[in-house]
């Protein structure tokens, strides 16, 4: 299953509602992940299901979607939000991640 | 508290061979299981895959399926990664990460290994 994420970049100043969207080459239900990577760290799980929360992860993000589209929202956008956001689909394997959206100033 | 912590970075030569450990605590380990997820220098993320640590199940990525082995070691609490036939395309950080119950998401990472292929 190809996932395709848009845009490959955004940039947005504090405060901004920032909107990715992650699109599966087929239906995966809700079975969809978003991710948040900064340089040097390993990802950080944000989303699961589709649109839960991970626990601890602040409520500005959301998540939405079913089938084959999907969307990652920060409602308002923080200096600490700056970074690379990935989708994943966990309908079947093999396993696989959209190639990326950055989120830059 | 949730840790995984991964075996040091490595160099290795084409056509060799690396082992890459990922060492948990905080948890119980064989209720969760363990992937391995690679990221190429300034690439993104790749799954190379996924292991039960209940029974041994595997499932890999077609990429890699024929050069490597996923393992875990239960009574050390340690899951492994082995690449063979090393190729310079290999040259990535390799991350392991613990699989939630509920599905194939990926809850805690971790540090990452760099892996260099360089002759």
């Known amino acids: 299953i190809q996932m395709t994420q848009s845009p490959s970049s955004v940039s947005a100043s504090v405060g901004d509602r920032v909107t990715i969207t992650c699109r599966a080459s087929q239906g995966i239900s809700s079975w969809l992940a978003w991710y948040q990577q900064k340089p040097g760290k390993a990802p950080k799980l944000l989303i699961y299901?589709?649109?839960s929360l991970q626990s601890g992860v602040p409520s500005r993000f959301s998540g939405s979607g079913s089938g084959t589209d999907f969307t990652l929202t920060i409602s308002s956008l923080q200096p600490e939000d700056f970074a690379t956001y990935y989708c994943?689909?966990?309908?079947?394997?093999?396993?696989?991640f959209g190639g990326g959206t950055k989120v830059e100033i | 508290q949730v840790q995984l912590v991964q075996s040091g970075g490595e160099v290795k030569k084409p056509g060799a061979s690396v082992k890459v450990s990922c060492k948990a605590s905080?948890?119980?380990?064989?209720?969760?299981?363990i992937n391995w997820v690679r990221q190429a220098p300034g690439q993104g993320l790749e799954w190379m895959g996924w292991?039960?640590?209940?029974?041994?199940?595997?499932n890999y990525a077609q990429k890699v399926y024929d050069r490597v082995t996923m393992t875990t070691d239960t009574s050390t609490s340690t899951a492994y990664m082995e690449l063979r036939s090393l190729r310079s395309d290999d040259t990535a950080v390799y991350y392991c990460a613990r699989g939630l119950v509920s599905g194939f998401y990926f809850d805690y990472w971790g540090q990452g290994t760099l892996v260099t292929v360089s002759s």
């Open positions: 292991i039960s640590t209940h029974n041994g199940n595997t």
């Open positions: 299901a589709a649109s």
């Open positions: 994943q689909q966990a309908d079947s394997f093999p396993l696989t």
């Open positions: 905080g948890y119980t380990f064989s209720n969760y299981d």
